[in-house]
C-alpha cells in the first residue's frame, strides 16, 4: 500500500538530490527493522499517486529523482502504475528512480526493471539463518536467485547488510563476501537502535565502529552509518 512521500532526501539515493516514497506491507518479519509502522502497517495513506506526481511536477528541477522504499514495494499493486507515471515524467530529463527491496519477489522485480535506475537490495545474514531471521520459509532460496539477476541485469545496483554480532561474526561476513564475490557492490550499515523502537520491541547492541570499519576494509566494503 501506498504511505507516505518524503519530499527531499539527501541520503536515500547515493550522490542524488532525491523524494522517497514509502510503501506499507513486508513478506520479511526482521526483528531489528527500523520502520514497524510500515511492516504492519495500521494508519491511513497520506499520499496517492496523483499527489506525488503533483509533488514532482512542482520540484521540477530541484530533484534527480525518486526513491521508493518500505517495507517491501513489490508486494503492492500500485507500484507498477506509479513508476511508469514518474518514468513518464521523466521522459525528457535523466530523473532517476532507485528501487529498496528485500529481494524475495524476482519476478516483480523483473516488471518494475524497465523503469529502474538502480537497485538496492538488503542481505540480511548467511544462507543458514535467513528463514530465522526473516520469519519467511525458503527466505534464502527466493533472495539468492534475485542476487544472481541483479549482478546480471546491467542496472547500477548495490547489495547492503545492516552488521549486528546477534546476527554476524567476522566468518558469517566472509561467507556472503564469498558468495557476492570479490567485485560486487556491498555495503555494510552500522546498526542504530532508532528512538521508537524496532519491530519485536527488544534492545540490539551494535558492534563498535571501529570493529565495522576494520571489517569493512578486510572484505573490500564500504561502511555506512559510522559515528
Not at 520502520?35 to 496523483?50: G, M, Q, W, Y
Not at 503492492?76 to 535523466?94: A, I, M, Q
Amino acid at each position: 500500500m501506498l504511505m507516505d512521500i518524503e519530499p527531499f532526501s539527501l541520503v536515500d539515493y547515493p550522490g542524488h538530490i532525491v523524494a522517497t516514497v514509502f510503501f506499507g506491507g513486508c513478506n520479511f518479519h526482521c526483528g531489528y527493522c527500523h520502520n514497524p509502522a510500515l511492516v504492519k502497517f495500521k494508519e491511513k495513506s497520506r499520499t496517492s499517486p496523483s499527489k506525488i506526481m503533483d509533488l514532482l511536477k512542482i520540484r521540477k528541477g530541484l530533484l534527480d529523482g525518486v526513491c521508493i522504499t518500505g517495507g517491501e514495494p513489490l508486494l503492492s499493486p500500485e507500484l507498477l502504475p506509479l513508476l511508469r507515471k514518474v518514468k513518464e515524467f521523466g521522459h525528457e530529463s535523466d530523473f532517476k528512480i532507485k528501487l529498496d527491496t528485500n529481494g524475495s519477489n524476482l519476478k516483480k522485480l523483473q516488471e518494475a526493471a524497465p523503469y529502474l535506475d538502480y537497485i538496492a537490495m538488503d542481505i540480511k545474514a548467511t544462507p543458514e539463518r535467513y528463514d530465522e531471521l526473516t520469519c519467511c520459509k525458503n527466505g534464502w532460496g527466493k533472495v539468492k536467485r534475485t542476487i544472481e539477476w541483479i549482478k546480471e541485469s546491467g542496472i547500477s545496483y548495490e547489495f547492503r547488510t545492516t552488521v549486528m554480532p546477534v546476527w554476524h561474526t567476522h566468518e558469517d561476513l566472509k561467507t556472503i563476501r564469498i558468495f557476492l564475490g570479490e567485485g560486487t557492490n556491498w555495503i555494510l550499515q552500522q546498526f542504530r537502535h532508532p528512538p521508537g523502537g524496532v519491530l519485536d520491541g527488544k534492545v540490539y547492541e551494535a558492534y563498535p565502529d571501529s570493529w565495522l570499519k576494520e571489517i569493512g576494509q578486510k572484505l573490500n566494503c564500504q561502511v555506512r552509518g559510522l559515528s
